[in-house]
T-cell receptor, first 115, second 110 residues
Framework: DAGITQSPRHKVTETGTPVTLRCHQT?????MYWYRQDPGHGLRLIHY???????DKGEVSDGYSVSRSKTEDFLLTLESATSSQTSVYFC??????????????FGPGTRLTVL | RKEVEQDPGPFNVPEGATVAFNCTYS??????FFWYRQDCRKEPKLLMS???SGNEDGRFTAQLNRASQYISLLIRDSKLSDSATYLC???????????FGTGTQLKVEL
């Protein structure tokens, strides 16, 4: 158990509304990630963080922003949700701070539906 | 072509059977590989890491063939509880990131 929680676990929202998803970890891991998972696609990286206030884009970052003001919290914001952002969102942490032995551990996920 | 490709299945096997999944990767610069298990509507959980030619953990064996660019997962003596989707993941190959396959579904039946 990597001590990762995500909130909310389920959310239904309307197109054009802002949405913030929270990832919280209890073990002071430096690296945190946000992924989305959709049918027909593997998990795809949205953004990641390598420390407080240090973030970078992943392969599907358009329409998303992130913030990390504390080690334990990594927030994902959809500024204006669209139906294409309906997905399951997973937060992850890694123990090895990147690199070939970068074993990542995932939170329970947030199911987001944008109507 | 997807960077990491898996047969989606499902693989339906009887309890006690041996089953193997293959995963092919397109980027020869990939440095390491992982197998994750994902139950329906749950998060992926790390099953095995492969940094060299292979790895074994109990009933599970992963083998890497760099020449042919595939990695396999062998499950011996299948249990009902092994029913899940198995995700193949490659690390590296530029960008130092994980690339996930779409998964292979396994159903173990009585």
């Amino acid at each position: 158990d990597a001590g990762i929680t995500q909130s909310p676990r389920h959310k239904v929202t309307e197109t054009g509304t802002p949405v913030t998803l929270r990832c919280h970890q209890t073990e002071n891991h430096r690296y945190m990630y946000w992924y989305r998972q959709d049918p027909g696609h593997g998990l795809r990286l949205i953004h990641y963080s390598y420390g407080v206030k240090d973030t970078d884009k992943g392969e599907v970052s358009d329409g998303y922003s992130v913030s990390r003001s504390k080690t334990e919290d990594f927030l994902l914001t959809l500024e204006s949700a669209t139906s294409s952002q309906t997905s399951v969102y997973f937060c992850a942490i890694s123990l090895m701070a990147g690199g070939p032995k970068d074993e990542q551990f995932f939170g329970p996920g947030t199911r987001l539906t944008v109507l | 072509r997807k960077e990491v490709e898996q047969d989606p299945g499902p693989f339906n096997v009887p309890e006690g059977a041996t089953v193997a999944f293959n995963c092919t990767y397109s980027n020869s610069a990939s440095q390491s590989f992982f197998w994750y298990r994902q139950d329906c509507r749950k998060e992926p959980k790390l099953l095995m890491s492969v940094y060299s030619s292979g790895n074994e953990d109990g009933r599970f064996t992963a083998q890497l063939n760099r020449a042919s660019q595939y990695i396999s997962l062998l499950i011996r003596d299948s249990k009902l509880s092994d029913s899940a989707t198995y995700l193949c993941v490659a690390y590296g190959g530029g960008g130092n990131k994980l690339t996930f396959g779409t998964g292979t579904q396994l159903k173990v039946e009585l």
